[in-house]
Each structure stands twice: as C-alpha cells, then as structure tokens.
T-cell receptor, first 111, second 114 residues
C-alpha cells in the first residue's frame, strides 16, 4: 500500500500565499492529485500532476513535485476566504486498484 | 442535472440494522467507488466497480456489501450495522480506471449508528 501524509491544519491571512504539503511513500505513483472539500460537500478535483513533471501551474494554483523526496505541494496565490476548505492529496498508480488519500489539511483563511 | 447523487444525505440507525446507501450517476462512467471518511484517516476505499456486475474489494470491505446491476447505480449495504461504521460515506465515479482519470464525488452520506 501507500502512506500519504499531510499536516492537519494551516491558517493564512487573506491575500497571502498558502502552501499545503504532502509526502508519500510509494515512489511508483504515476499520478498525484489535489482535491478540495468544502463543508458538507464531496471532494472536488482541483488539479493533478503526472510523475514525469516537476511543476504545473493553473491560474492561482501551483503544484510542485519533488520525486526524490517524495514530496508534493500545492501553492495557492492570493488566498481568499472562499479557499477555506479541506485539501486532500491523493496518489494513484497505473493498473493499481487503489487511489490513496492523505488525511487532509484544513485551510483557514483569516480575513 | 447531470452528476452523481447520493441518498440519503443523513441517516441515523441502530446497531444490528441493515441500511443501504444509494449512489446514482448520470455520466455513464464505467468505474464507481465507495469511500468512508473518518477523522485522522482521510478517505479509505471500501469497494469499487469497474462495470456492471463487476465489483471488487478495497482497503476496508468488511461489513459491507455492494452490487451493480446497472451502470448508473452502485448501492452500498451495511448488513448488520455496527458503531464503528459511523462515518461519512462518499460515492465517486470515473470514466476509466483509477489512476489516469479524475474521480467525481457525490456530496456524501453522513451515517450515525447508535
């Protein structure tokens, strides 16, 4: 299996950048995902990155992947109060049966 | 509206009772999944299905039963509910297999077992 770890909480001020970190144990993960969960809702896919990439940028979101250290991060620029949510990283392997989720990081944006 | 819907949104039942959680998707996605979300554990896969009449166990299948007679429906049954099955349950679907297609999630069912 795979262990995917995240810190549980992060607080930032509105307008600052947020960086949410994730570490994983299985280096053969082919795809890595970031999901957002707002209160009372399901998980919404934010972005994903293939393991042969180091970085992916999508508007305010930047994903960085350090395969050597098995470290994935999600940077949110100009964080807004609407970004307050739980963020999950998840890893999957081609042909594997499981998508492994981290424990989730609760991001609180302070106005 | 197209999408994935779960019912009920909230359910309270007693230990030993049978309870079925429903999941319906309108995309005709091949794959469907059931997860449970518990504090400190993130999401854990219970069962998944690659197509109608094809199901397989995930990480935590004990105490659960699934079926998939139609592509669009994937009900999850707790045959004899236990308190440890109190959780939030999420259904998801994807067009193809796990890794190279994003999964789309329902809004969840919050299940409490007394």
């Amino acid at each position: 299996g795979e262990d995917v770890e995240q810190s549980l909480f992060l607080s930032v001020r509105e307008g600052d950048s947020s960086v949410i970190n994730c570490t994983y144990t299985d280096s053969s993960s082919t795809y890595l995902y970031w999901y957002k969960q707002e209160p009372g809702a399901g998980l919404q896919l934010l972005t994903y990155i293939f393991s042969n990439m180091d970085m992916k940028q999508d508007q305010r979101l930047t994903v960085l992947l350090n395969k050597k250290d098995k470290h994935l991060s999600l940077r949110i620029a100009d964080t807004q109060t609407g970004d307050s949510a739980i963020y999950f990283c998840a890893g999957g392997k081609t042909g594997a049966n499981n998508l492994f989720f981290g424990t989730g990081t609760r991001l609180t944006v302070i106005p | 509206d197209a999408g994935i819907t779960q019912s009920p949104r909230y359910k309270i039942t007693e230990t030993g009772r049978q309870v079925t959680l429903m999941c319906h998707q309108t995309w005709s996605h091949s794959y469907m999944f059931w997860y449970r979300q518990d504090l400190g554990h993130g999401l854990r896969l219970i069962y998944y299905s690659a197509a109608a009449d094809i199901t397989d166990k995930g990480e935590v299948p004990d105490g659960y039963v699934v079926s998939r007679s139609k592509t669009e429906n994937f009900p999850l049954t707790l045959e004899s509910a236990t308190r440890s099955q109190t959780s939030v349950y999420f259904c998801a679907s994807s067009e193809q297999g796990f890794s190279n297609q994003p999964q789309h999630f329902g809004d969840g069912t919050r299940l409490s077992i007394l």
